[in-house]
T-cell receptor, first 116, second 114 residues
Framework: DTEVTQTPKHLVMGMTNKKSLKCEQHMGHRAMYWYKQKAKKPPELMFVYSYEKLSINESVPSRFSPECPNSSLLNLHLHALQPEDSALYLC???????????????FGQGTRLTVV | AQSVTQLDSQVPVFEEAPVELRCNYSSSVSVYLFWYVQYPNQGLQLLLKYLSGSTLVESINGFEAEFNKSQTSFHLRKPSVHISDTAEYFCAVSKGTNAGKSTFGDGTTLTVKP
């Protein structure tokens, strides 16, 4: 199984809603990532979890709250989002090698989020 | 800090023609290079990667890329494209072999016409 599964595939939410994006992998990877991708733009790294601990937060607003409940799951909790947060949210995972090295990141299909 | 420049934002070609997607990078340290493909409404798939060794790397679907350290380039080529190769292609660079924390170029839209 070399899949990273993201749910839901599409999400429409109001600016006052609270919702969560979910990501799951069963490859035994101990590093997981959230990326944000706007249309016609490259992915931008948001968060990195290594061994279930948050290791990188790329100055993401607090209305995005990541959570890694176990080594297979990664959530992104959303609250009070703005229309400009509409984007494709990608989850990825990778092995963690010596010195933090990993040579391939596996991406999910993404959640297309629309904030209205 | 490292950066990636994809020199062409859009590349239209006819089916069975050769194609080259250009990628240049800058970094003050040794880097590792990746090409990803993204089909419409899908996630990213790793196409190929250069970590060390032979400077020419190949993918299973006919793409190849050559690492040129002196020109700081990692151009992607395919001798004969198919309609199904129509997609967005991203070049990415990482410091150390950390593919999950790569810096991406702005992407090149490859459109293959019949």
């Amino acid at each position: 199984d070399t899949e990273v599964t993201q749910t839901p595939k599409h999400l429409v939410m109001g600016m006052t809603n609270k919702k969560s994006l979910k990501c799951e992998q069963h490859m035994g990877h101990r590093a997981m990532y959230w990326y944000k991708q706007k249309a016609k733009k490259p992915p931008e790294l948001m968060f990195v979890y290594s061994y279930e601990k948050l290791s990188i937060n790329e100055s993401v607003p607090s209305r995005f709250s990541p959570e890694c409940p176990n080594s297979s799951l990664l959530n992104l909790h959303l609250h009070a989002l703005q229309p400009e947060d509409s984007a494709l949210y990608l989850c990825a995972s990778s092995q963690v090698g010596e010195g933090g090295a990993n040579t391939e990141a596996f991406f999910g299909q993404g959640t297309r989020l629309t904030v209205v | 800090a490292q950066s990636v420049t994809q020199l062409d934002s859009q590349v239209p070609v006819f089916e069975e023609a050769p194609v080259e997607l250009r990628c240049n990078y800058s970094s003050s340290v040794s880097v590792y290079l990746f090409w990803y493909v993204q089909y419409p409404n899908q996630g990213l798939q790793l196409l190929l990667k250069y970590l060390s060794g032979s400077t020419l790397v190949e993918s299973i679907n006919g793409f190849e890329a050559e690492f040129n350290k002196s020109q700081t380039s990692f151009h992607l080529r395919k001798p004969s494209v198919h309609i199904s190769d129509t997609a967005e292609y991203f070049c990415a660079v990482s410091k150390g072999t950390n593919a999950g924390k790569s810096t991406f170029g702005d992407g090149t839209t490859l459109t293959v016409k019949p």
